[in-house]
């Protein structure tokens, strides 16, 4: 079973920088040899969006208002995955979660499997 669980959200002032974090259980197993993470947000008021990816092959994609402050990364063995975030404005306030199993870097919900819980992040002006 693949679980990912985030931690690491909290509340910060604007300019700050907050460093998330997916532990994901069983994914490293998992039986297809390509993998693809990402990270998506909940902020009230807008659409579900995906906030940050990337796939076996390197290739990373991001939300463009979060491009140049927020950068993906995983674990080696694709057991961990984390989203730096730096420079944070009020705008980025909103529950963020992580999910995997995509086959190709997307920052389209639907292309994953397995979702986590999620984590709030407060981004105060």
């Known amino acids: 079973q693949v679980q990912p669980v985030e931690s690491g959200g909290g509340s910060v002032e604007a300019g700050g920088s907050l460093r998330l974090s997916c532990e994901v259980a069983?994914?490293?197993?998992?039986?297809?040899?390509?993998?693809?993470v990402g990270w998506f947000r909940q902020v009230p008021g807008k659409e579900f969006e995906g906030v940050a990816s990337v796939d076996s092959d390197g290739t990373t994609k991001y939300l463009e208002s979060v491009k140049g402050r927020f950068t993906i990364s995983k674990d080696n063995a694709w057991d961990t995955l984390h989203l730096q975030m730096n420079s944070l404005k009020p705008e980025d306030t909103g529950t963020y979660y992580c999910a995997v199993d995509c086959l190709w870097s997307s920052l389209g919900s639907p292309d994953y499997g397995y979702w986590g819980q999620g984590t709030q992040v407060t981004v105060s002006s």
């Open positions: 069983g994914y490293s197993a998992n039986r297809f040899s390509r993998k693809c």
